[in-house]
């Protein structure tokens, strides 16, 4: 059995969740900020070891400027009300994204609580933000190119040393991919990650994504026969 130890969310639809309650947009979005407490909770129970969660991708700049200036006060919102709690509870707080390109009180929070949590061994709470895989690979590309140059790396490289200049290099690779929001698409999300995973699109959005619902996606997981380009498991 392939346990799911690594569980990656796109988390979408707080805008229409909002709308359809005749809601502002960033309505949607803080409930959708508390709902990562109570998913992160449900996922420690569920013993999933990595919880990677899709909050802002490399190509939501495109948004209205109030729109991204409202995403980009979550997370001082999100760790000012329960950081207290994930330390308490064992999160590790890791960051994937292009960091350096977020507000300077934005990256001062994430950076503030992925260090306050560095001892922790309990769930990996992993924030994508101003992530896009695409991003990701040419950096990692780029950065083997210049050890190579540099005399640092050997030319010709495998999937293991490939994967050392990925932002997720500390992370095994996703069993499990959710998208709430009713989308089939992947958005620019963890693309070499997901090779062999398993997907799961559901109608719900990110704001009703409650704990029941995630043990339905991973009793789903389970149901599931995992391959990998060999043949059934009996
Ligand atoms: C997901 O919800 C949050 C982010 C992309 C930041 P959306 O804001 O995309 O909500 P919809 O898809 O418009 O409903
Ligand atoms: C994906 O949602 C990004 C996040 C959830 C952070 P989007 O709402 O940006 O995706 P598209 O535009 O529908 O593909
Ligand atoms: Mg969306």
């Given at each position: 059995?392939?346990?799911c130890r690594h569980v990656a969310i796109i988390m979408d639809g707080n805008g229409r969740w909002a709308k359809a309650q005749g809601k502002p947009r960033t309505a949607g979005h803080l409930a959708g900020a508390d709902n990562i407490r109570t998913v992160a909770i449900a996922a420690d129970e569920l013993g999933i070891k990595y919880l990677t969660l899709y909050a802002f991708s490399t190509e939501n700049w495109k948004r209205s400027a109030d729109e991204v200036g409202y995403l980009m006060k979550l997370p001082a919102y999100l760790?000012?009300?329960?950081?207290e709690e994930f330390l308490q509870r064992?999160?590790?707080i890791r960051l994937i994204g292009?960091?350096?390109a977020l507000p300077a009180a934005t990256r001062?929070?994430?950076l503030d609580a992925a260090e306050r949590s560095?001892?922790?061994d309990g769930l990996n709470l992993i924030i994508a933000i101003n992530y896009g895989s695409h991003d990701e690979i040419l950096r990692a590309v780029n950065d083997y190119a210049a050890d190579v140059a540099a005399g640092r790396a050997e030319q010709g490289i495998d999937e293991a040393g490939f994967e050392q200049y990925l932002m997720t290099k500390d992370f095994p690779p996703v069993d499990l991919l959710i998208r709430t929001g009713g989308e089939q698409r992947i958005?620019?999300?963890?693309?070499w990650q997901i090779a062999y995973a398993e997907l799961e699109f559901i109608p719900e959005a990110w704001p009703d994504f409650t704990p029941?619902?995630?043990r339905r996606c991973v009793d789903e997981y389970y149901g599931r026969d995992r391959r990998f380009g060999g043949i059934k498991n009996e």
């Open positions: 059995m392939n346990e760790f000012g009300r329960y950081m064992g999160y590790r292009d960091l350096s001062k929070v994430l560095q001892a922790n958005s620019n999300y963890l693309l029941e619902v995630l």
